[in-house]
């Protein structure tokens, strides 16, 4: 079982301790976060982020707040306020909504101990899910082997590997798959503007020993073009009914080159990643993050101090839509833990689910 370098999250008494992603890679740094007012702003200003870890993260939060005061009021108030941290990635109100139905019909004095209880189930049941889409996942990378000599040539965007999750992640954990056992891959990281998330990917894979090259979002073309990319693997934060998925601003792109030029192009989401009462992808609520972020740029300066370096003036107007959606059709498939789907086929997997 993959074991995170770091853990992402962990209980820590009464609080939780997470590994704040908006110092990576350049720092690591840990932060305790012990009131819902601190899990909350964790969650919106990305300290905690990747769609499966922000469920995870904001089921402990509903535990923190329910310290000293387990009232419906303060339950109200707790899953209220974490639900309104992020609107994209269906994992928050999906783990919110499994705090609410084992909370609310439990009398008050039961309810703090069972929160804890749910929330670290949630935690651990994520980390064995993304164990399951590694082992699934890496059936397409070994189908590149059986058709090509050399390393496995993976292009994926933002990151959806351990970083985003509470395991080895969604999108790279077929790729720790492969890599653990002996199968060569190259990974195409996408540096994903404006926040660079593909940072956090080149950082995790450095550290893992996974070869890779980091390449400037719109580089992503032409190496589809030049036949360079054997598949294209992504992670989610909402996928709907028929399959249309959203996930970073710039996922879109990415299908359409590779659609384009023959290459397949997968999404890598658990079931609580998938939204069965959300029809199609217009329905799919894209989170705007204001032009602060497109204004600037982070780096670390010769000093190794961490910098937001400004790239154009504050009365620039700028545009900032954090994530987009990528249509079924051009989706080859969707790896989940109970295996590959076709886009449409998701219920296939998922009788059960409502
Ligand atoms: C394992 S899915 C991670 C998913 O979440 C990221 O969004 P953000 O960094 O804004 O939380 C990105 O869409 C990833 O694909």
């Given at each position: 079982?993959?074991?995170?370098?770091?853990?992402?999250?962990?209980?820590?008494?009464?609080?939780?301790?997470v590994?704040?992603?908006?110092?990576?890679p350049?720092?690591?740094?840990?932060?305790?976060?012990?009131?819902?007012?601190?899990?909350?702003?964790?969650?919106?200003?990305?300290?905690?982020?990747?769609?499966?870890?922000?469920?995870a993260?904001?089921?402990?939060?509903?535990?923190?707040?329910?310290g000293?005061?387990?009232?419906?009021?303060?339950?109200?108030?707790?899953?209220?306020?974490?639900?309104?941290?992020?609107?994209?990635?269906?994992?928050?109100?999906?783990?919110?909504?499994?705090?609410?139905?084992?909370?609310?019909?439990?009398?008050?004095?039961?309810?703090?101990?069972?929160?804890?209880?749910?929330?670290?189930?949630?935690?651990?049941?994520?980390?064995?899910?993304?164990?399951?889409?590694?082992?699934?996942?890496?059936?397409?990378l070994?189908?590149?082997?059986?058709?090509?000599?050399?390393?496995?040539?993976?292009?994926?965007?933002?990151?959806a590997?351990?970083?985003?999750?509470?395991?080895?992640?969604?999108?790279?954990?077929?790729?720790?798959?492969?890599?653990?056992?002996?199968?060569?891959?190259h990974?195409w990281?996408?540096?994903?503007?404006?926040?660079?998330?593909?940072?956090?990917?080149?950082?995790?894979?450095?550290?893992?020993?996974?070869?890779?090259?980091?390449?400037?979002?719109?580089?992503?073309?032409?190496?589809?073009?030049?036949?360079?990319?054997?598949l294209?693997?992504?992670?989610?934060?909402?996928?709907?009914?028929n399959?249309?998925?959203?996930?970073?601003?710039?996922?879109?792109?990415?299908?359409?080159?590779?659609?384009?030029?023959?290459?397949?192009?997968?999404?890598?989401?658990?079931?609580s990643?998938?939204?069965?009462?959300?029809?199609?992808?217009?329905?799919?609520?894209?989170?705007?993050?204001?032009?602060?972020?497109?204004?600037?740029?982070?780096?670390?300066?010769?000093?190794?101090?961490?910098?937001?370096?400004?790239?154009?003036?504050?009365?620039?107007?700028?545009?900032?839509?954090?994530?987009?959606?990528?249509?079924?059709?051009?989706?080859?498939?969707?790896?989940?833990?109970?295996?590959?789907?076709?886009?449409?086929?998701?219920?296939?997997?998922?009788?059960?689910?409502?």
């Open positions: 079982m993959f074991t995170q370098p770091v853990p992402t999250l962990a209980r820590d008494g009464d609080a939780i301790v590994l704040d992603q908006t110092r990576l350049y720092r690591s740094e840990q932060r305790r976060l012990a009131t819902l007012a601190e899990v909350a702003t964790a969650i919106h200003s990305m300290q905690v982020r990747g769609a499966p870890l922000i469920g993260t904001a089921a402990f939060g509903v535990a923190i707040a329910l000293g005061d387990a009232s419906d009021a303060q339950l109200d108030i707790a899953l209220r306020t974490l639900a309104a941290t992020r609107p994209t990635a269906v994992n928050l109100h999906w783990a919110l909504g499994r705090m609410a139905a084992r909370l609310r019909p439990l009398p008050a004095s039961a309810r703090l101990d069972a929160a804890w209880a749910e929330a670290e189930t949630i935690r651990a049941g994520d980390a064995a899910t993304c164990a399951a889409i590694g082992a699934h996942g890496v059936a397409l070994e189908a590149v082997v059986a058709r090509r000599n050399g390393p496995v040539r993976v292009m994926t965007h933002c990151n590997g351990w970083l985003a999750t509470c395991g080895a992640g969604t999108a790279l954990a077929p790729v720790y798959a492969a890599h653990a056992c002996g199968i060569a891959v990974v990281v996408s540096e994903t503007r404006p926040r660079n998330q593909g940072l956090l990917t080149a950082w995790e894979l450095r550290e893992a020993g996974v070869p890779h090259s980091v390449i400037a979002d719109n580089a992503a073309g032409i190496l589809l073009a030049r036949g360079e990319v054997d294209v693997i992504t992670g989610a934060d909402r996928v709907a009914a399959g249309d998925s959203a996930n970073k601003v710039g996922t879109y792109l990415k299908a359409l080159a590779a659609r384009e030029h023959g290459v397949p192009f997968h999404i890598a989401a658990p079931l990643t998938i939204d069965f009462a959300c029809p199609d992808g217009a329905a799919i609520p894209i989170e705007d993050r204001g032009p602060a972020e497109v204004r600037s740029v982070q780096g670390v300066a010769s000093d190794g101090s961490v910098q937001d370096v400004a790239l154009v003036p504050d009365t620039t107007g700028a545009a900032n839509p954090a994530f987009d959606v990528t249509p079924a059709r051009l989706i080859t498939s969707i790896v989940t833990e109970r295996g590959s789907s076709a886009p449409g086929r998701l219920r296939d997997l998922f009788p059960e689910a409502p």
